[in-house]
């Protein structure tokens, strides 16, 4: 029997805990369906900073989860379903997308719509993605997962994930970007189906056409979940600090002068730095540059080193407000 597993909440961490618990620490065959709230969630291999715009993260208050598959940064809302396919490796050696996104091919061509596999893991619609899908093997079991843009914002998908390829270098893997477009725009004129709809339309199908039988998470599945949600997902070092080696450079035209911030980061931590402009400082900047060598690349940790000093020392006119957008 596979269990089908409905996550109740919205919560991305907690999401994607479930789905590496159950894959993980359970023997069961699985079918999960879910949605997140506005999340980034990035590819396992990629280097976080440079596939989000940092400022529109912040302003709209998305959050960044990094998951255990590969493949590119994927921008959720709840206009987006997502669904997991845990499962024996059987006799596949290598990633078999195709197999696993059959079903929604099926599920789509029972409403009326053609959607066809395409190119490494996607699904498209009249040409444009609809959904992208990723995989990770271990221990002789299979984890598929995959996105369906249902009635996403796709304008908000646009904003999220540009940024400046000339301020990030990294060897990271970067997304592809594709056309996409959403499933309720291919939808026959006649069909009163939502996000929640073609949702029990999943439910369903999994139902009567393979072994899966409604399952709840038991109260023990509940705790360790969570508990790993909040000792992974939750935290800075896996979503942003696990990402490869990179080199950032940066320039502000600030008020007081020109500052432009040269980062060489391993491991989510500052191992070189430079710092240059038309500023003017009371104190050497090499000073400032040595306090920064093995801090985090993170807000909340430059920050803390802000508040240790006097910023104005070293930028005559500036205070940390400036200096902190030299950094991302």
Request: charged fraction near 25%; charge should be negative.
């Amino acid at each position: 029997m596979t269990r089908l597993i409905i996550l109740k909440t919205t919560d991305p961490q907690f999401n994607l805990a479930a789905e590496e618990y159950i894959f993980s620490q359970t023997a069961d065959s699985a079918v999960i369906l879910w949605q997140n709230k506005n999340a980034v969630i990035i590819g396992r291999n990629q280097n976080t900073l440079s596939e989000i715009n940092q400022e529109v993260i912040e302003k709209y208050g998305i959050s960044v989860v990094r998951r255990i598959t590969g493949g590119g940064a994927v921008f959720h809302d709840l206009g987006n379903i997502n669904y997991s396919i845990i499962a024996p490796q059987g006799e596949d050696e290598a990633l078999n997308f195709k197999k696993f996104a059959a079903p929604i091919v099926e599920i789509l061509s029972e409403l009326g719509v053609k959607a066809e596999f395409s190119g490494r893991n996607d699904l498209l619609i009249d040409g444009r993605k609809i959904s992208g899908n990723a995989q990770h093997i271990a221990d002789g079991r299979v984890l598929h997962h995959g996105t369906l843009l249902f009635s996403s914002d796709l304008d908000r998908v646009s904003e999220v994930l540009t940024v400046d390829p000339e301020k990030i270098r990294s060897k990271a893997i970067p997304s592809v970007r594709s056309r996409v477009s959403n499933i309720k725009n291919h939808l026959p004129a006649d069909a009163d189906l939502d996000a929640d709809g073609f949702i029990r339309l999943m439910e369903k199908y999994f139902i009567e056409n393979t072994d899966c039988e409604i399952s709840e998470l038991s109260e023990n599945e509940l705790r360790n979940i969570e508990a790993l949600a909040e000792s992974k997902y939750r935290t800075w070092q896996w979503n942003y600090g696990n990402s490869p080696k990179y080199s950032l450079c940066r320039k502000e035209y600030l008020p007081c002068g020109t500052v432009e911030v040269s980062l060489g980061v391993v491991n989510g931590k500052i191992n070189e730095a430079a710092i240059y402009g038309d500023f003017f400082s009371v104190r050497p900047k090499e000073d400032f540059v040595s306090l920064l060598i093995g801090t985090e690349h993170s807000k909340q940790a430059i920050f803390a080193l802000f508040e240790k000093i006097n910023i104005s020392d070293y930028f005559v006119g500036a205070c940390a407000d400036d200096i902190i957008k030299c950094f991302f």
